[in-house]
């Protein structure tokens, strides 16, 4: 099932009746409207149909009961700072019946198991990245080609960074001089905003599969809540770069994104991927990988399901 991702970028008033979120306008409750108009604009949504929920103004009130709510039901609570981009997660602690079992599987994999596993990561992004530059520009693919099936196990000579150079130099036509950074020009502003997207949706896919997003299979800052997250994210990171790109041919990016930026951003959990041979949305195949990163820890199989372009 597709869950829903909510943005909330004006006042509200959050809670919970009867398994479902309530919306509420504070310029509507403090109104001298009658009740019956009040519950007239009073919004609801099943808890069970959230993905994700988007936090992007400092007056909505939200209560513990809505919280808890969300996060039994798995879903993914995304907070935004004063410059109303994203900031925290906020994911349940146990999202899985077998969590206990999955976090040891986890926890005691064998090195050269990860360095195996992150050797199947940077082919995946590698290759994606070369569609996504096939697909937009005229430029040549050929040298990412090369360099995903040099790919050895634990990336010793570092082909992600390599393969990243040429791909950053080369992806965005209109701008030939971009570098990607975090702090730089336009778009880098849409890119992260779109990857917060994306680490919610692979965060929230990792918890409900029993796996610890802190632990990861490469990633390893003593600082970073989410370093698995960060790894599995990567192969799906070109297909956020690939709506940024359709996302800036429809509209001029400023420097600080309005809302009609980031609801582009918001279709990330619903874009088209093909994983097995199937046409699927990228939440569910967020669940399918890290379904079988869980099976790879367990020693079920070897290979981790990573997505396709369509």
Not at 275 to 287: F, K, N, T, V, Y
Request: hydrophobic share 40%; charged share 20%; net charge positive.
């Amino acid at each position: 099932m597709i869950k829903k991702t909510l943005y909330f970028g004006n006042p509200a008033y959050l809670s919970l009746r009867n398994g479902q979120l309530v919306i509420r306008l504070p310029e509507v409750e403090k109104s001298n409207l009658t009740e019956q108009l009040k519950a007239a604009n009073v919004r609801t949504f099943p808890i069970e149909d959230l993905g994700v929920v988007v936090l992007d103004n400092k007056q909505i009130t939200i209560t513990q009961g809505l919280l808890e709510a969300l996060l039994a039901n798995n879903s993914a609570v995304v907070t935004c700072d004063s410059k109303r981009m994203p900031t925290g997660l906020l994911l349940p602690l146990s999202g899985n019946t077998l969590h206990q079992e999955r976090f040891r599987n986890q926890i005691e994999s064998s090195l050269p198991l990860r360095k195996q596993l992150w050797q199947q990561t940077v082919r995946a992004k590698i290759l994606n990245q070369a569609f996504c530059l096939q697909k937009n520009t005229p430029k040549s693919n050929a040298s990412l080609h090369v360099l995903a099936n040099n790919v050895k196990s634990g990336d010793p000579e570092n082909c992600e960074a390599q393969a990243a150079v040429y791909y950053w130099r080369n992806i965005f036509t209109k701008l030939p001089s971009f570098q990607r950074d975090p702090e730089g020009d336009v778009p880098n502003n849409l890119l992260n905003y779109g990857y917060a997207i994306l680490r919610a949706t692979i965060a929230r896919a990792l918890v409900g599969s029993g796996l610890l997003p802190v632990y990861g299979i490469h990633h390893h800052n003593r600082y970073n809540a989410f370093c698995l997250a960060d790894d599995i994210m990567e192969p799906y990171r070109p297909f956020v770069d690939d709506l940024v790109i359709k996302t800036m041919d429809k509209m001029t990016i400023p420097e600080e994104l309005t809302i009609k930026q980031k609801r582009e951003m918001l279709t990330i959990p619903v874009l088209d991927v093909i994983l097995d041979g199937q046409r699927r949305p990228l939440m569910i195949a967020a669940g399918l990988t890290a379904a079988s990163l869980a099976k790879c820890f367990n020693g079920e199989i070897r290979k981790i399901s990573y997505p396709e372009f369509p």
